[in-house]
């Protein structure tokens, strides 16, 4: 009985060896996991200029604004002109040049928008462009939007505004600048489409093409208040909201009737305006693309 009993210690002490060499190993395995668990669930603070430059992103809107305000006041003095009549390049009241050159005056580039010489306001009202572009430049990137997809948004956001305060001005939006921002929408967000986001592509230009289309029947409806400039303007609008959803499409264009009727109905009841009086389409559907792309993306 002693020796059998000797023999059974011995070998439930070798039983409890061989257990725990093959605990060691999964004890370790876990610890390893449960360790990169925690790593993952709380993630170290991004360092560096790029963190840096993320978590400051206000301080970049505010000095894209600063940045890009010049150049879209130059655009909107320059071609806020009736139609038929070459662009803008002096004042209209005592014919000094406007721009950036030695000889030219900056004053007109200024948030004022005023003449330095004999302080005639050229262009938008004061202070107008740069409240919109600080807008547009906090909404595109909080939305989401990065890459090709953002820049083909601001390329599209900053053409849009000055077309916007050229139709508010002479009510009218330059082909040029139509063109520019339809075409430049569809050719920056071509990296996107081979990176096969080919679909949306394909949807933004189908839906520009669409949307411009029932727009030019429109316009040849008498009392609609739309011209074949809106039609235009609609192929850039119908393919930044194309590129969302067909759904985005529809929305912008509902909700930029019904600000549109909403703005009219103000100003008539304030008997700014009559039924008669023609409103700039325009910057109702730049709005209403803007905001429905920001809140459907």
């Known amino acids: 009985m002693p020796a059998d009993a000797g023999f059974t210690a011995k ?7 061989v257990h725990r060499r093959a605990a060691g190993p999964t004890a370790s ?21 790029r963190a840096w430059l993320r978590r400051w992103w206000p301080l970049r809107a505010a000095f894209g604004v600063v940045t890009v305000t010049p150049l879209l006041r130059w655009g909107v003095a ?18 000094t040049p406007f721009g950036l050159g030695s000889n030219a005056d900056a004053g007109v580039l200024s ?8 302080g005639t306001r050229v ?29 083909a948004y601001a390329w599209w956001a900053v053409l849009a505004l000055v077309l916007s305060f050229v139709d508010v001005v002479v009510q009218r939006l330059p082909n040029r600048l139509v063109f520019l921002a339809a075409g430049g929408f569809l050719v920056l967000t071509i990296p996107a ?36 400039g809106d039609a235009k303007f609609a192929l850039a609008a119908g393919a930044a909201a194309g590129w969302v959803s067909v759904f985005a499409v529809m929305a912008a264009v509902f909700w930029s009737f019904v600000a549109l009727a909403l703005f009219g109905a103000v100003l008539i009841a304030a008997r700014r305006a009559s039924w ?5 389409y325009g910057p109702f559907l730049a709005a209403a693309t ?6 459907l993306r």
Do not use: K
């Not at 906090?138 to 953002?150: F, K, N, Q, Y």
């Not at 803007?290 to 809140?295: G, M, N």
């Open 193 to 228: 489409a081979l990176a096969g986001r080919h679909g949306d592509w394909l949807r933004a230009m189908v839906s520009g093409a669409a949307l411009a289309t029932v727009l030019a029947v429109l316009a040849f409806i008498p009392g609609s208040g739309l011209g074949l």
């Open 111 to 118: 948030p004022t928008g005023r003449c330095r010489g004999c």
């Open 11 to 17: 070998l439930n002490r070798l039983v409890a060896n």
């Open 276 to 280: 008669r009086t023609r409103i700039p």
């Open 78 to 95: 320059a071609l806020a002109v009736p139609a038929g009549q070459t662009s803008r390049r002096t004042c209209p009241a005592c014919a």
């Open 29 to 49: 395995a876990r610890e390893v996991a449960v360790g990169a668990e925690t790593a993952i669930a709380r993630p170290q603070a991004a360092s560096g200029p």
């Open 290 to 295: 803007l905001a429905t792309v920001v809140a």
């Open 123 to 151: 262009g938008a009202p004061p202070y107008t462009i740069e409240a919109a572009a600080l807008v547009v430049a906090a909404v595109l990137p909080a939305s989401g939007l990065r890459g090709w997809e953002l820049a």
